[in-house]
Every structure is written in structure tokens, then in C-alpha cells.
């Protein structure tokens, strides 16, 4: 099973070798920033940059080829016959799409297990728990990186299968309607998981039922043989009638994996683990109610795999730091902590930090940096509102910094006496925050992907 010009060509529809010479392992690259020395890169055009404008450069930087569209091909005249010889240069007529198709022939070829997740909050922390108790089982897996979780990044991921593999396992996300049944057609899971449903990317999705029913489409493919697994705790989960067995998870009764007798205070959150009939003690190093949903889904999916209820038990209790998500990083000059949880955020996982902040136990200050909610909607301001309305539940707050548009909104129904300041940009919350480290403080820094708050994250943490 090897990733040659046969199966490429008939995998490719129309696709041409400008050059031919394959390396021993096709690996394959979208970005040059992050691109390795023997990599294909891949020149897809986007809406801020078109990747063949950097596929010289690639070829330069150690690429050992590039994948690109036929009418672009003039690009690679700077090379010599000779030099472009020593290359693998693909020509196809969208590259978008060439890497789709190869990518689904690619998955064709693998019969083990493909488990595949998705949700609005917890995908990221999900798979990377549930990678934890494969490697404690000693089970060989391969796990999507970071936070590829488009079509493109999932076909990057499926291009990376090989035999040698038990598992795999992919992160899954939508913004726009139509394409969780396309990446389930894409991943083919055997195995599919919906972590919950919440008020995400509604401007490209539509209501929270509209959510539910594009989620629900990554069960698309499925068959009797098949198994969902879902958030029992969520009616648009499971008031549905399944075509193929679901296995659910959550705190109530009714479900197979369940969290009993939560408790969620300090640093750490603990409670009862139930595996069907068995009970376990557990102990999370997270104070966040999200932390116990995230690992019952990758506990349903770890015992679905065959993981023993012992290993799965012991990995939980290990610590896992996911950047982005309530990561814990110090200050420099020992000023304290920063809690970075700003890789997204909707309602629901805004409120979730705000609450696992409220626990942290500390006599420091508690500082939140909080910025928009993007692609709410004609929803946004309601949100945003309820956010100021929210921020009631979090009385050890000493003072609050609000970063966007749309959190004007948040700071007209904050309490009454809190300490509140506004700024347009990451940057300029920058300042407002330096100057309220004098002294120790606890930051919780909190905002979408497109508010840049990393960038403030890094400018105040450690590395």
C-alpha cells in the first residue's frame, strides 16, 4: 500500500507530472511557515493568500514537491529541467479538491477503526484525552494535529493513516451548513461522537436545532454496525430516533457513562465515575465543569475501543494541557497566574471558565479578560448581554477588562460596582492590564479565536 503515481493518478481525476520523482514517505503541507524539509506542499488558493504565490519559495525551503493547479503551472520556469527533475510536481485542476479525492481514496484502503469527533465545545480536549488512554492501553493510534479540523485539515490527517495503525482519531468541525455531511463522507468514521451542542457559528448555522441536525450529520454514513456516541444530557441529542446503536454519556441516569456526586473546587474537580455497572472514584486536575463532560465522551469512546476501565480511570488522572483551553501558564516577572482559554468561545463555554474561575482559590486579585463571542448572529448583543448579566455568578472578580464590539453590551449589564474598563483591540487591553499587575494576580483570558487574545496571552506569559 503505497501513496505512488498509480494510485495518484487514478485517485486524481486529470491529474499531470510536471516532474516524478517521489520521496520514500509522502507527507504533505498547506503552510510554508510550518512546512518540513521533504514535504508536498500543497498550493490551494484562499481567501487572504493563494498558496502557489509560495510554492517556489516551498521548493527552495527543502519542499520535496508541490501540488498545484495546471493553469499555474508557468510558475516553476525558474527551475531548470534539470532541477525541477529531483522534484514530485503534481498539476491538477483545483487543488482543493485533488487533495480531497486523494485523500478519500487514501482512507479507502484502512479497515480498523476510525473514530471521528465533533461538538461546539470540547473537541480538541476530547481527542487528546482519549489519545492518552490509547497510549496507556498500548494501542498504536494516529491523531489528527492540532486543531485541523476542516476538510482540508482532515484529508492532511487521513493522508497521514498508515498500516500500521490500530486507531484513528479525528477532530471534526463545521462553521456553514453542508459540511459535516461532506467531512463524514470524507473521514468515513466507523465510530462518530458528539461531545454537545451549543450556540456556535450560529451566523453560518442557523439555531441551536439547526446546529444539532448539521452535528448529527456526521452520522451520515452509518450503518446498523455503526456506533454513535452522544451527550445524553442534551433532548437535541437524544429525542432523536438513530438508525444504529448510541452509546451516551453525562450525569444523568439514563446514560451509560455517567458523573456522579461532581464536585468542583480549588484546582481540581472530582467525582464518581460510572462505567455501565462499575463505579470509580476520579480525580481531574481542572476545576471546569467542561473538564468532566470532556473526559465521560472520551471515556465512552475509550471503552467502545476495548481500553480497561482501570487504565481509563488512571489516565483521566493524569494531567493533560491543551493550549487554549483554561491552560494555566505563569507571569513573567512572578506576577502570577494567566489561565489561557481563549481558543474560542460561545455561551456556554464562556460561562463554564467564568465558573471554573469563580472556584480557583486564591488570595491573589482575580483579574478576566474577556473579549467577543463571534458568529452569534442577529443574536449577538442578547449574548452578550446575558454574559454582563452572568458575570453576578463570579463575586470574586476584582476587575474585569472587555475587549471587541459587542461586549459594550456585556458592560451594560455587568453589576453594579465592578470594576470595568473597555478596549477596542488585544493591544490596547495589553496596557489596560499591565498597569493592574502591581501586585499578585489570577487572569483569566477569554475570548473567540478571531479576538487575537492569544497574542496578549503570550505577550504576559512565560515561555
Not at 184 to 209: F, N, Y
Not at 381 to 393: A, D, M, T, Y
Request: charged share 20%.
Amino acid at each position: 500500500m503505497q501513496l505512488d503515481e498509480r494510485f495518484i493518478t487514478e485517485a486524481v481525476p486529470g491529474v499531470s507530472f510536471l516532474a516524478n520523482t517521489f520521496p520514500a514517505q509522502l507527507r504533505f503541507s498547506l503552510d510554508t511557515r510550518t512546512l518540513q524539509p521533504g514535504d508536498i506542499f500543497v498550493a490551494v488558493p484562499g481567501t487572504q493568500a493563494d498558496g502557489h504565490d509560495f510554492a517556489v519559495q516551498a521548493l527552495k525551503n527543502g519542499a520535496a514537491g508541490v501540488i498545484a493547479q495546471a493553469d499555474r503551472k508557468d510558475i516553476f520556469s525558474v527551475f531548470s529541467i534539470k532541477d525541477r527533475a529531483k522534484k514530485l510536481i503534481m498539476l491538477v485542476p483545483d487543488t482543493q479538491e485533488a487533495l480531497c479525492q486523494l485523500a478519500a481514496a487514501w482512507r479507502a484502503q484502512f479497515s480498523y477503526p476510525v473514530i471521528a469527533i465533533t461538538g461546539s465545545v470540547g473537541k480538541t480536549s476530547t481527542k487528546q484525552l482519549l489519545a492518552t488512554m490509547l497510549d496507556a492501553q498500548g494501542i498504536n493510534y494516529l491523531v489528527s494535529q492540532g486543531n485541523q479540523n476542516t476538510r482540508l485539515g482532515a484529508s492532511l490527517n487521513i493522508l497521514r493513516m498508515r498500516e500500521e495503525h490500530q486507531v484513528a482519531i479525528f477532530e471534526v468541525g463545521i462553521s456553514r451548513r453542508g459540511e459535516m455531511a461532506a467531512l463524514a463522507q470524507l473521514v468515513r468514521p466507523t465510530t462518530a461522537l458528539i461531545t454537545g451542542v451549543g450556540h456556535a457559528h450560529m451566523e453560518g448555522l442557523g439555531s441551536l436545532a439547526d446546529i444539532a441536525l448539521e452535528k448529527r450529520d456526521l452520522f451520515k454514513c452509518f450503518t446498523e454496525s455503526n456506533i454513535g456516541i452522544i451527550n445524553g444530557d442534551q433532548p437535541l441529542l437524544t429525542r432523536v430516533s438513530y438508525p444504529h446503536p448510541v452509546i451516551k454519556f453525562g450525569t444523568k441516569t439514563t446514560n451509560q457513562i455517567q458523573a456522579r456526586k461532581i464536585r468542583l473546587e480549588g484546582i481540581q474537580a472530582s467525582f464518581i465515575l460510572k462505567i455501565y455497572k462499575e463505579k470509580y472514584p476520579v480525580r481531574l486536575t481542572n476545576p471546569h465543569q467542561g473538564a468532566v463532560y470532556n473526559a465521560l465522551a472520551a471515556t465512552a469512546a475509550a471503552c467502545h475501543l476495548g481500553v480497561s476501565s482501570e487504565t481509563i480511570v488512571n489516565a483521566l488522572q493524569v494531567p493533560v494541557a491543551v493550549a487554549g483551553r483554561f491552560e494555566q501558564r505563569n507571569i513573567k516577572a512572578a506576577r502570577g497566574t494567566i489561565i489561557n482559554d481563549c481558543y474560542n468561545a460561545n455561551p456556554e463555554s464562556m460561562k463554564a471558565a467564568l465558573l471554573a474561575f469563580q472556584q480557583v482559590r486564591t488570595q491573589a486579585q482575580k483579574i478576566a479578560v474577556l473579549g467577543d463571542m463571534l458568529e452569534l448572529g442577529v443574536n449577538s448583543p442578547f449574548w452578550h448581554r446575558q454574559l454582563g448579566r452572568f458575570l453576578r455568578k463570579v463575586p470574586s472578580l476584582t476587575h474585569v477588562i472587555l475587549v471587541g464590539k459587542m461586549v459594550v453590551w456585556t458592560k451594560k449589564t455587568a453589576p453594579l460596582g465592578l470594576s470595568i474598563e473597555t478596549a477596542p483591540t488585544w493591544q490596547e487591553a495589553v496596557e489596560k492590564l499591565e498597569s493592574h499587575l502591581q501586585k499578585e494576580s489570577v487572569v483569566l483570558v477569554k475570548g473567540s479565536h478571531g479576538m487575537q487574545l492569544g497574542n496578549l496571552v503570550n505577550h504576559f506569559s512565560e515561555k
